[in-house]
């Protein structure tokens, strides 16, 4: 599966145009431009609007196709708000704030996730600003945090007013929310948990007033008390719903109250609204905190960094350093931005990007990620990427993209609840009025029953029985360093039945590492290893470094070499004591004119027919023997092999341009069966197309040589650099361990056994209700406890991925 790239939109004021032609010329222009996807010109207010690909065709390739056929641009000073939204506890939630924004004039796109809490709205600062949108949002009952975000122009002063007031509240806000159900301070400082306790202590007035015989009014008046305080907000969203010709839950439940009072029933309106309303705030809760996974993944990086300039060390916002700067991080900070080590050493804990709990030594030249944590020596750090791209941003964007993306069976629900819920109501409808009408049945009845049926109407479990569980299971694998990019690939991730491996960067480390050593006549191969690593040690080819590397492991005593010489492409020679030896590949023998007997010929064509490297070390008289290497298997490919074996998956294939005997042995190596050798890219896009008629095809690749095959399989997953793995494939092994395969896989099948367990019980539960509301046996406080119950039900089973360990290794 293919990642679509990040469309951007250009929205400008078209000056020149006299008739409808003239927006249709300008519409069929600029679809001519690659990378284009969508053109919107409105001639009656000139204003265009552009969807394009920003990596095919730039903005100012845009202006300068509408400037040539003869008009003007300016483009307009939209700005963009970001923030997050408290209080949404079902889908229809999200759905409300949307279709209320995009009333307002000079809202041009609203975007509220429900999965993840967050909204985006892109506006026009001339006709609307941030404190009326603020102030519909809180009207329609739910509260709002704003984030950091970018604007295309400079910020009002009444915006930046707010925005520090925002600021200045950020941090209580998420203290609350933070905050454990059993903490009085939610329950107290909170706006949901106020509510509940001030209607609890209504409902409870009422009940003693009555117990005692007092006025029936008095008892009246407390349960009307507990109604309007919880009742206040659900019924102001359910009443922007019915002008919005929606129905979502808090119209159903403000109906059903309504009646209930109407029918002369207090106290059942006065439980059914205290219920709802304890139900929603332990509903909201849980999801808040799985939401917290994200938040506590953006509280990793530091606001500010001490940065070296005109050889001071001074502290600046992170948002103020460039690229090229160099960070001081001392024992116990964490890193700011991304970045290589200029100076120093030290343990850098890396768990936050990587999930690997062991701490990882950094020296000079070495690669760190900003949100990491510094643990024992002093660094300096010349900064690589700025803070709006390091890695620990961008993966908090694809976090945030794959958690508020929409799986396969959530899609199915989603169109599944927008029939069943009218038709419901409209079943509502007709119990309420066919019996009393047709049949002289008691109005009282049968419009109870009917108010039963509506709080049964709204399928809230049903619709958050996937987004709570795609929510979870993402959080959970981002903490272990496993990146979904969405719900789709984390269901097919769970359907997975082949598996087909890349070698080179895949299998294997990428570097060379010595396999053997061969000795001839009667030099021992000891000896012939330590004069290649003596000589060797002057030299900075990959080869070199892992036979020297190698020698000094096995703990050989390396000699000095005088009179050092290097043949690019060839090798080096040198004197050990009064004897010159050579070092290299077969053309430097051939060039300094030293015979390889018929023995050492032989070798060497046993050795590339092995598919190894030959390093050949010799005097002027002949050959004494080679060293071989070859790209070495990484440490854990056995283990993660097994793993994979452990969790089912039985068909692993190896795919190789390798030769055959080559291609059979590492197969061997690594514990597969099945393997495919001496392809070309093109072939391997074959063999994965040709394997999909098996089953459901996955392909693990370091997105280099592989990627048309990553991009044929049903899902794709990426090791090797960061960089690189976020932008090849569905899903990224951050920390490069294959092991982690196991427990994605593993993960995602019991996501979407979980899914299907939400599903199946939102269905029976509702289906059972309904028939049981139809006839009069259950009334609104157990409707109303069996659809609250059932959404806490899937929420907390949904909730049960986050708190997922790794596969145990």
């Known amino acids: 599966m293919k990642s679509t790239p990040s469309l951007k939109t250009l929205q400008a004021q078209i000056g020149g145009m006299d008739c409808g032609n003239c927006a249709k010329t300008i519409e069929a222009s600029l679809r001519q431009l690659p990378g284009v996807s969508e053109v919107s010109t409105n001639f009656a207010t000139g204003r265009l609007n552009v969807s394009y690909n920003p990596q095919e065709v730039s903005n100012n390739t845009i202006n300068e196709r509408v400037v040539a056929l003869g008009y003007t641009i300016e483009q307009a000073s939209t700005k963009s708000l970001q923030a997050q939204i408290g209080g949404m506890d079902c889908g229809n939630c999200a759905k409300t704030i949307e279709a209320s924004l995009q009333q307002m004039p000079g809202v041009e796109s609203v975007l509220a996730n429900f999965a993840t809490g967050r909204l985006n709205v892109s506006y026009d600062p001339q006709q609307i600003n941030k404190p009326a949108i603020y102030d519909r949002i809180k009207a329609l009952g739910y509260t709002i945090d704003e984030t950091p975000s970018v604007n295309t122009s400079s910020t009002s002063s009444a915006d930046d007013s707010l925005s520090r007031e925002q600021n200045q509240t950020s941090s209580k806000t998420k203290q609350i929310q933070g905050n454990d159900l059993t903490d009085w301070k939610f329950w107290f400082r909170s706006r949901r948990g106020q509510s509940v306790i001030l209607a609890g202590v209504g409902l409870g007035l009422g009940l003693l007033t009555q117990h005692l015989g007092l006025s029936v009014w008095l008892a009246r008046a407390f349960y009307g008390?507990?109604?309007v305080i919880a009742g206040y907000p659900v019924?102001?969203?359910?009443?922007?719903?019915?002008?919005?010709?929606r129905a979502d839950m808090n119209l159903l439940m403000t109906i059903s109250v309504t009646g209930a009072i109407i029918l002369g029933d207090w106290f059942e309106g006065a439980l059914v609204t205290f219920l709802f309303s304890l139900g929603t705030t332990l509903q909201s809760f849980s999801f808040g905190r799985t939401r917290n996974a994200i938040r506590a993944l953006m509280d990793l990086t530091p606001q500010e960094a001490?940065?070296?300039?005109?050889?001071k060390e001074v502290s600046v916002g992170v948002e103020d350093i460039e690229v090229g700067e160099v960070l001081t991080i001392r024992p116990g900070q964490r890193v700011a931005l991304d970045g290589i080590v200029v100076s120093g050493n030290s343990a850098i804990d890396q768990s936050p990007i990587t999930g690997e709990s062991i701490p990882e030594d950094k020296v000079i030249g070495d690669q760190v990620y900003g949100g990491t944590l510094n643990q024992a020596g002093f660094l300096e750090v010349k900064v690589t990427r700025k803070s709006s791209d390091t890695t620990v941003s961008r993966i908090i964007n694809l976090v945030e993209e794959a958690q508020g993306s929409r799986a396969p069976t959530q899609q199915w629900v989603d169109k599944f609840a927008t029939i069943y819920t009218p038709i419901v109501i409209l079943t509502a409808i007709i119990i309420a009025l066919v019996p009393p009408l047709a049949f002289a049945q008691p109005f009282n009845v049968w419009v109870y029953r009917a108010l039963v049926m509506l709080v049964i109407a709204c399928p809230c479990a049903l619709v958050i029985s996937t987004p709570v569980s795609i929510v979870s299971a993402i959080g959970s694998a981002t903490r272990h360093g496993v990146l979904f990019k969405g719900g789709s690939a984390l269901e097919t991730a769970g359907r997975l039945n082949i598996l087909a491996f890349d070698k080179t960067g895949t299998l294997t480390q990428g570097k060379p590492v010595v396999k053997k050593m061969y000795g001839l006549g009667e030099t021992s191969s000891r000896l012939v290893f330590q004069i290649a690593a003596s000589l060797e040690q002057k030299s900075e080819h990959p080869l070199a470094k892992a036979i020297v590397s190698e020698a000094r492991e096995m703990g050989i005593e390396l000699q000095t070499p005088e009179n050092f010489t290097a043949i690019p492409g060839k090798g080096i020679w040198a004197n050990l004591g009064d004897q010159?030896?050579?070092?290299?590949?077969r053309r430097l023998f051939i060039d300094q004119g030293i015979p390889l007997?018929?023995?050492?010929?032989?070798?060497?064509?046993?050795?590339?027919?092995?598919?190894?490297t030959p390093v050949l070390i010799g005097t002027n008289k002949g050959l004494l023997g080679a060293v071989t290497l070859a790209d070495g298997l990484r440490l854990e490919v056995n283990e993660a092999v097994r793993l994979l074996q452990k969790v089912g998956l039985k068909r692993l294939i190896m795919l190789t341009g390798d030769r055959n005997a080559v291609a059979k042995q590492i197969a061997q190596e690594?514990?597969?069966?099945?393997?495919?050798a001496e392809m070309l890219p093109e072939d391997k896009l074959t063999s994965i197309q040709q394997l999909r008629h098996s089953g459901v095809v996955g392909m693990v690749g370091d997105g280099i040589n592989d990627a048309p095959a990553l991009a044929s399989a049903d899902i794709s997953f990426a090791v090797g650099g960061i960089d690189i793995a976020l932008e090849t494939a569905d899903v990224v092994l951050v920390g490069s361990d294959l092991r982690k395969?196991?427990?994605a896989v593993d993960l995602s099948r019991r996501t979407v056994s979980i899914i299907?367990?939400?599903?199946?019980i939102s269905l029976i539960t509702k289906g059972v209700f309904l028939i049981l509301g139809t006839f009069g046996i259950v009334g609104l406080v157990i409707a109303v406890l069996a659809d609250m119950g059932t959404s806490l039900f899937v929420t907390a089973n949904g909730m049960r991925l986050f708190k997922s360990g790794s596969y145990k290794f």
Do not use: C, H
């Not at 001490?306 to 050889?311: K, M």
């Not at 010929?601 to 598919?611: C, H, V």
């Not at 690594?670 to 495919?676: A, K, L, N």
């Open 741 to 743: 395969l196991a427990y």
């Open 580 to 585: 010159t030896y050579f070092v290299g590949n």
């Open 597 to 612: 007997s018929k023995e050492a010929n032989l070798l060497l064509t046993d050795i590339e027919f092995q598919g190894q």
């Open 225 to 227: 008390i507990g109604i």
């Open 235 to 245: 019924a102001r969203a359910g009443l922007f719903e019915l002008r919005s010709r």
């Open 306 to 311: 001490t940065v070296i300039r005109d050889g």
């Open 670 to 676: 690594v514990g597969m069966s099945e393997y495919q």
């Open 756 to 760: 299907q367990q939400n599903v199946v």
